[in-house]
Structure formats: C-alpha cells, structure tokens
C-alpha cells in the first residue's frame, strides 16, 4: 500500500542542499585553518593536528587529519557567495604547506601514523591518497613542479603499500572500498595499470562480502550510518573507474537496504547497527542520483535530517570523523553544482508510507505506519527504536540490559550476533519475538600510565616490525575490546507486540549457567557496551532516551528470572 503520511520534516530541494553544503563548509574553513600549522618555520609546518604541534601532547601527527587538503582546495577553487577563500595567494601557500607535510611523514612502507607512533596504518594509506588524489588538477600544485613531482612520488609510494598490504584485523568494507578508489586514482595519475588491477581485486572483496540483502559488511554486520559512508566511497570508485556497471548494480542493491533506516527526524543508524554509527555522509548519494533515483530520496531526506539538527553533522563530530564528513560535503556541492539539474519522479522512502520488512541475516526489522517508524535491532540483543511519524519525536528507546555480579562483572545483551533467533508475525496480532543472549564486556577500556608507557616502549621497538604491529592490533586490540564474545550463561527473551493500537513489550530474562549470578539486572535507554569510536554521537533523539528500569528476580519463580512487561507511549 502506498500513503504518502504527513511529516515535520520536509524534503530539500537541489538548490537547497547546495547551499546547505556550502554554508558547512564556509565554517569548516575556518576550523580547519585553526587546526593547521600555518608557520613556515616550525618542524610541523603543515600539520593539522593542533594536539601535535600546538599543544605537544603527542609524540606523532594523526596523518588522517591531512584530508583536510580536499576541503580548503575546494575552498580555493570554487567561487560561489560569501565565498571569501576563492583564489586566496595565503590559502594556496597554507595548502602546499599541508601537502609537503604529507609528504615528508610518510613511513618508509608507504603507509602513514593515524592513532599511535610508527603504526603504518593501511587505512590512514589509503584514505590520504584518496583526498589527496582529488586535488591533482589545483594550478597551483602543477605549477610548483618540484611539489609536484613529489607529490606523485609519495603516491605512487602509497599505492605500492595498498597493492602488497591488506587491512587484516578485520573486514571493514568502507576502508577496503576507500582503498580500491584511492589505487584506482592512483592507477589514473600514474598510468601504471597494476593499481587499477589491485583497485578491482579488493572492491571485488568487498562485493563479495555484500550480503543478498543489500549491506556492506562493517566488521560483523550490517551499519546504516557507515553505509553512507560505503556510498561515498563508492562513488569515489566509480568516478575513478568511468562508472562500470558493476559498481552501479553493487550500489542500487545497497541502496534499497539503507532506504529503510532514515528515520522521521531525518536522522540514520545508530545504537541498532554493528558499529553503532549515527552519521549521514552526503556525497555518494548526491553523485549517484544521476543514475538511480533512490539515492536522490535518500540525499534529500538525509540532508534535510542534517540541517534540521535531527541527525549528526559537522557540529556534532569531533575532528577525526568531521574531517571525512567534510570530504563528502565537498563531493555532494561538486555533484550538485556540476551536474545539469532536471526534474523526474523521485520513489517515497519506506518512513513516506506504510510497509514492513525483515532483513533475517542483518537481525533487523523495520514497521512504518500512518502513526509510527519502529526499528527493532534483534542482532544487538533487541534494541528498540519508536519514532512519531508526524513529530519525529523518539516516542521510545531502549538499548537492552545489563546485569552485573558480586564481583563487579558486567554483561550485557548490546553486543552483536549475526542471524539472531528472532521472528516476525506479520499478521495481526503483530509481533516480534527475539531470543537474546547475555555477553560479558569490560567496563573500564581507559589508557593507564603504566599501560601507556607500555604501550609506548612496544611503538618503539618491537612495534616497529609491521607484521608484529598488525598481529597485536588484531588479536589484542580489535580482538579484545571489540570483537571477543564470552557468553554469561544468562538469555533474553523479548517479545514486541501490538495490541488496541498500543506498542507493548514482555521480557522474560533466564539463568541459564550458575558460574554468573546477577546481582543487580536493569535496562537502559542509552549506553554502550563495545569500543567503536564512531559510536556515541550526541543527536536530540537522545535527550528521549536517558532513562534506567532496575528489574527484581520474580518471586513467583525459581531464582534467577527476571520479568517486565511496558507499555509503550503512544
């Protein structure tokens, strides 16, 4: 059935998310300037890491920050109102300086520092090169030959990294997507055709990886709000590759997937996802409109989620994930203002209209009718999210439990488990039901002195040996605080239904192993059980979710059970 419902949130035309992108990054400017070493004497001189250079709490520059150069060359470029940057001489000076900054911090591997000294990380590789890639036609780089020439070398060292290197501690298909652009511009700069055959055998990984359902694999499952950023990416790819139609298909099939998890506030992801990631990345939808009109709802939604303040943006990120944002605003302005605007259909996303759908290897289902959008994250042990179709108000949230022993232990059902026990009944009486178990997670994940200084002694000896670095950082770091699963003997089950027009939910929670025995068991509207850095992003949903339900063991029971049963507000 298609019903097109009523929506505070309305739509942005074309000319509205133009202007909208470049009004972010007018102030994006100006913040980036601040962060840059602009001295042409100091030993950092180009640097955008201010903890670096200016207030010395680091012994290394975060090289990830150096993308940076794809936002103020655009700024240097692009004439548009109020632009004031547009062909400034002390600009073009700041951005060479950015860029030989860059190139001197190269490790000799070709890879560069993105969290800790000597790192060699192949991602901060293939990133840099990608943004660094797009800024080879500024006039004023080729005017400058020895930079130049320079420049080209550093990247053709980069793309020798990324040709005989691969990310190992996990599959993360944004990085592997970004990669395969960046050795495909890098295959288009220099002419040697072994990058673009290397470009094509890692995006094929990825593609490979892509389940039936639509998703790109984000360590372990599906991640809407990474999603976006898979997009962008991909359009990066495409451009670099004259659009093949396998990309094109790849990114069509996407795309219906990700429709589904704009939500009426406009915001995207989140808690439910793998990676619990909030943001909306413009430009993949932006360059892919001209193909497939999915992606032109989805940027008009999206954006208009952005500016609204219902989703996160450049205000609400820190500087290690505002800098890529900012990259893909500058593609989405490109594409909008570079392409000839025409006007056709554009399709309703599923939160337009009444319709359900259940992704069984994602664990996520999502129900949008004339009152309210309900997401329910089974794969993440049950997460709930209940928006007002009209309002966009998150009328309910819910993260799940936590149960701690006498001991001090914690274990939670927030962590993800691919194809979960869940099932949906469709028809009336609507339900869904969700067997969830419980895994142990570690409180307490801050950098101790000691362990610092640890750590600090392995960057300079042992770690400086690449295949060593990458074992510990798969097996001790990813491996540890992200991606180990250790049941708690102790199991979920959750029951969502609907009943005279209200949401109700019935959760039953089980002993099921002795060797844990909870002392305390409370569900929480909000919280985190996993280190994912791009997790935890402030949007106004939030301010709905801030709450704590302390459970007590049944009395009518055996010990070890726990019961609750809400009715949600409608």
């Avoid at 997460?383 to 001090?408: E, N, R």
């Avoid at 305390?520 to 997790?535: I, N, W």
Wanted: a neutral charge; hydrophobic letters at 40%; proline letters at 4%.
């Amino acid at each position: 059935m298609t019903m097109e419902f009523s929506h505070d949130l309305h739509p942005l035309t074309p000319l509205q998310r133009q202007q909208f992108h470049q009004k972010e990054l007018l102030d994006m400017g100006a913040r980036l300037l601040s962060r840059l070493d602009r001295c042409p004497l100091t030993a950092s001189s180009g640097s955008f890491d201010r903890e670096y250079w200016a207030w010395a709490t680091k012994d290394f520059a975060n090289m990830d920050l150096q993308r940076g150069v794809r936002v103020l060359v655009f700024l240097h470029q692009r004439h548009f109102p109020g632009n004031f940057y547009f062909q400034s001489p002390a600009l073009a000076e700041w951005i060479q300086m950015a860029i030989q900054f860059w190139i001197q911090r190269q490790e000799r591997s070709g890879a560069f520092d993105h969290l800790y000294l000597h790192e060699n990380s192949w991602m901060a590789a293939a990133f840099t090169l990608l943004d660094m890639a797009s800024v080879r036609h500024w006039p004023t780089l080729l005017a400058n030959t020895s930079l130049a020439q320079a420049w080209v070398d550093t990247a053709r060292c980069a793309a020798d990294h990324l040709q005989s290197h691969d990310e190992t501690h996990g599959f993360i298909s944004n990085h592997r997507a970004a990669a395969a652009a960046a050795l495909a511009a890098a295959a288009n700069i220099t002419g040697n055709d072994a990058y673009r055959t290397a470009a094509w055998q890692l995006m094929e990984t990825v593609y490979q990886r892509q389940s039936s359902e639509g998703w790109y694999l984000e360590y372990e499952g599906a991640d809407p709000g990474y999603q976006t950023l898979d997009t962008h990416y991909q359009a990066l790819f495409a451009r670099e590759t004259n659009n093949d139609p396998r990309t094109l298909k790849s990114v069509e099939h996407s795309l219906l997937f990700l429709s589904w998890f704009l939500h009426p506030d406009g915001s995207i992801g989140g808690e439910y996802g793998s990676r619990g990631c909030p943001h909306f990345f413009p430009g993949g939808f932006e360059y892919f409109s001209q193909w497939l009109p999915m992606a032109e709802a989805i940027a008009s939604w999206g954006t208009a989620g952005v500016a609204g303040g219902g989703s996160c943006g450049l205000r609400d990120a820190d500087e290690r994930n505002e800098v890529p944002l900012a990259t893909s605003h500058v593609l989405a302005w490109e594409c909008l203002n570079d392409r000839p605007q025409t006007t056709r259909e554009i399709p309703l996303l599923p939160v337009q209209r009444i319709g359900m759908r259940f992704w069984p290897e994602a664990g996520l289902f999502v129900r949008s009718d004339t009152s309210h959008f309900l997401v329910f994250g089974g794969s993440r042990g049950g997460v709930i999210k209940l928006f007002h179709q009209q309002t966009g108000k998150l009328v309910f949230g819910s993260c799940g439990y936590v149960a701690q022993d006498a001991s001090g232990r914690s274990a939670s059902t927030l962590l993800w488990t691919t194809k979960p026990r869940m099932h949906v009944q469709r028809d009336e009486p609507f339900e869904v039901t969700l067997h969830a178990p419980f895994f142990f997670f570690r409180t307490n994940r801050l950098m101790k002195p000691w362990s610092f200084w640890l750590f600090r002694l392995f960057n300079l000896t042992v770690g400086r040996n690449l295949a060593f670095n990458r074992f510990v950082r798969k097996h001790l770091i990813i491996g540890r605080f992200l991606k180990e699963r250790r049941p708690a003997g102790v199991l979920l089950k959750r029951c969502l239904h609907r009943m005279e027009g209200r949401w109700h939910i019935s959760d039953t929670i089980e002993q099921t192993d002795k060797q844990f025995n909870p002392v305390s068991m409370e569900e929480l509207g909000l919280f985190s059980t996993v280190y994912m850095a791009s997790a935890k992003y402030f949007r106004k949903q939030d301010l709905q979710q801030v709450w704590r339900h302390p459970l007590t063991a049944s009395q009518s029971q055996q010990a070890g059970v726990w019961t609750t049963q809400q009715a949600l507000e409608s």
